[in-house]
C-alpha cells in the first residue's frame, strides 16, 4: 500500500464550481499535512500546510480528519487559474522523508 | 528573498557520461532534499540532508548517484555513467528545519536531465 493515496482525476469542473479532493495516508503516525499545486513542468509550489483540525485560505479550506487518516482540500468558487494539480504531502516525524501523493489533476472550464 | 535556485535548467547528455547538478537552498534553511519526478508520476526521494547530521540516503536508487552538501549550503547531486532511464526532472527543496512548522519545503525550479 502507497503511504499516501490520491484520486489521480481528471477533475473537470465550470467555472465558478465547488470541487473537493481527498487524500489518504497510511501512517497513523504522521504528523505534518500539507497541500501543493503543481503547474504543468513547473515545480510544486505552497499551497496549504495542514496542522490541526483543518484552516482556511480565502476560496482553500483544507481539513483533517486523523480518525479516518485523510486530508481534503476545498475549492470553491473555481477559476481558470485554479488548473494545476493538487499534491498532497504527508511528514511521518518518524523520519525525514515527505511522502507526496501522484497528484490529482483539475481542469476548470470557462 | 531569493527562493530555491538550481542550475542547470536543462541538462541533455550522452548515455555512460556523469552529470552534476546544483542546488541553492534559500539562505538559512538547514534542511535541503534532493527529488526527482520522471514524466506523469509523482516526486520521488532520493536524499535529505540537515544541518551537520549524516545524510538519509535511503532514497538514491543506486550507487551512481551521490550528493553533497558542503558548508551546510549549496549541494550537488552527481549521476555517474547515466542511464537513460535516468532521464526525469531533478528537484531539490529546502526548509527552515524539521519539526514544528519549520518544516515547509520550498521547491527550486528543477532541472530537466535527459539521457540520450
Known amino acids: 500500500r502507497k503511504e499516501v493515496e490520491q484520486d489521480p482525476g481528471p477533475f473537470n469542473v465550470p467555472e465558478g464550481a465547488t470541487v473537493a479532493f481527498n487524500c489518504t495516508y497510511s501512517n497513523s503516525a504522521s504528523q505534518s499535512f500539507f497541500w501543493y499545486r503543481q503547474d504543468c513542468r513547473k515545480e510544486p509550489k505552497l499551497l496549504m500546510s495542514v496542522y490541526s483540525s483543518g484552516n482556511e485560505d480565502g476560496r482553500f479550506t483544507a481539513q483533517l480528519n486523523r480518525a479516518s487518516q485523510y486530508i481534503s482540500l476545498l475549492i470553491r468558487d473555481s477559476k481558470l487559474s485554479d488548473s494545476a494539480t493538487y499534491l498532497c504531502?504527508?511528514?511521518?516525524?518518524?523520519?525525514?522523508?515527505?511522502?507526496f501523493g501522484t497528484g490529482t489533476s483539475l481542469t476548470v472550464i470557462p | 528573498g531569493a527562493g530555491v535556485s538550481q542550475s542547470p535548467s536543462n541538462k541533455v547528455t550522452e548515455k555512460g557520461k556523469d552529470v552534476e547538478l546544483r542546488c541553492d537552498p534559500i539562505?538559512?534553511?538547514?534542511?535541503l532534499y534532493w527529488y526527482r519526478q520522471s514524466l506523469g508520476q509523482g516526486l520521488e526521494f532520493l536524499i535529505y540532508?540537515?544541518?551537520?547530521?549524516?545524510?538519509?540516503k535511503s532514497g538514491l536508487p543506486s550507487d551512481r548517484f551521490s550528493a553533497e552538501r558542503t558548508g551546510g549550503s549549496v549541494s550537488t547531486l552527481t549521476i555517474q555513467r547515466t542511464q537513460q532511464e535516468d532521464s526525469a526532472v531533478y528537484l531539490c527543496a529546502s526548509s527552515k528545519g524539521w519539526g514544528g512548522n519549520t518544516d515547509t519545503q520550498y521547491f527550486g525550479p528543477g532541472t530537466r536531465l535527459t539521457v540520450l
Open positions: 539562505s538559512g534553511h538547514t534542511a
Open positions: 540532508f540537515q544541518g551537520n547530521s549524516a545524510p538519509d
Open positions: 504531502v504527508v511528514n511521518m516525524r518518524t523520519g525525514n522523508q515527505f511522502y
